[in-house]
């Protein structure tokens, strides 16, 4: 069963940055899509930032400009360098693959214990 696990979270103040990593227990390029997700306290899960093998991205409004994805595709990890954080950006990070890139709302895998991001104001 492919694993994925988060990494990086933490409590850091307004305009601060974190970088969260993603450990996939499988050879990355298995998957096309990769992506980073979060969910805020009593909502849906939300997407953040994908990436496909080739490098393509795209970000949520919310984020762009600020935060970035890439993938090691050697390392088998997905990263998301997140600057000028904003206390809207408190939540819990998870990384997943959505099925493609048209049906990103679909996800491959279950969603894992993700690691938490908080910023203060």
């Known amino acids: 069963q492919v694993q994925l696990v988060e990494s990086g979270g933490g409590l850091v103040q307004a305009g601060g940055s974190l970088r969260l990593s993603c450990v996939v227990s499988?050879?990355?390029?298995?998957?096309?899509?990769m992506g980073w997700y979060r969910q805020a306290p009593g909502k849906q899960h939300e997407e953040v930032a994908i990436?496909?093998?080739?490098?393509?991205?795209d970000y949520t409004d919310s984020v762009k400009g600020r935060f970035t994805i890439f993938r090691d595709n050697d390392k088998n990890t997905v990263t998301l360098q997140m600057n000028s954080l904003k206390p809207e950006d408190t939540a819990v990070y998870f990384c997943?693959?959505?099925?493609?890139?048209?049906?990103?709302?679909?996800?491959?895998?279950?969603w894992g214990q993700g690691t938490q991001v908080t910023v203060s104001s």
């Open positions: 997943n693959c959505p099925v493609t890139w048209s049906m990103r709302t679909e996800m491959t895998f279950p």
């Open positions: 499988e050879n990355i390029l298995r998957f096309n899509v």
């Open positions: 990436i496909s093998a080739g490098g393509d991205t």
